[in-house]
């Protein structure tokens, strides 16, 4: 899912018709860094993050969520917008930092343009 085309053009809000502004349709939130390490076949040891994946609008929601790796689960209560997965990364604390940073440029970019949309 994190590396396909799709997935990258709602991270970053690119090449999206019907979302003006450039505003992302997917927010990756961290949650938790988990002890658990795993050895990948390059020989990496990885550092598990679990995170929570959002989506803006339905239709995002609606083209991912068949994608939802295994082991992914929905949130209750999120009309399925949102799920729980897991990173496996080699440096945990750059990746959390980065993660946080567009999580929190992402949901301000929601918050303004719902308030765009409020203020018409």
């Known amino acids: 899912l994190a590396a396909s085309w799709t997935f990258h053009q709602f991270f970053d809000g690119l090449n999206l018709p019907d979302t003006p ?11 938790r ?5 795993r050895i990948f076949e390059d020989g990496e040891r990885r550092v598990r993050i679990d995170v929570q994946v959002e989506c803006f609008t339905q239709k995002a929601a609606n083209t991912l969520r068949p994608y939802i790796p295994e082991g992914g689960t929905i949130v209750p209560d999120s009309n ?20 946080q940073w567009k999580y929190d440029d992402s949901v301000a970019k929601w918050d303004q343009y719902q308030a765009e949309l409020n203020s018409l």
Request: proline share 6%; with cysteine; net charge positive.
């Open 21 to 31: 502004h450039r505003v992302p349709l997917v927010a990756v939130k961290p949650l």
């Open 33 to 37: 860094r988990a002890t658990e390490r």
């Open 80 to 99: 399925q917008a949102k799920w729980t997965s897991a990173i496996y990364a080699q440096n945990a604390d750059v990746l959390w930092e980065c993660l």
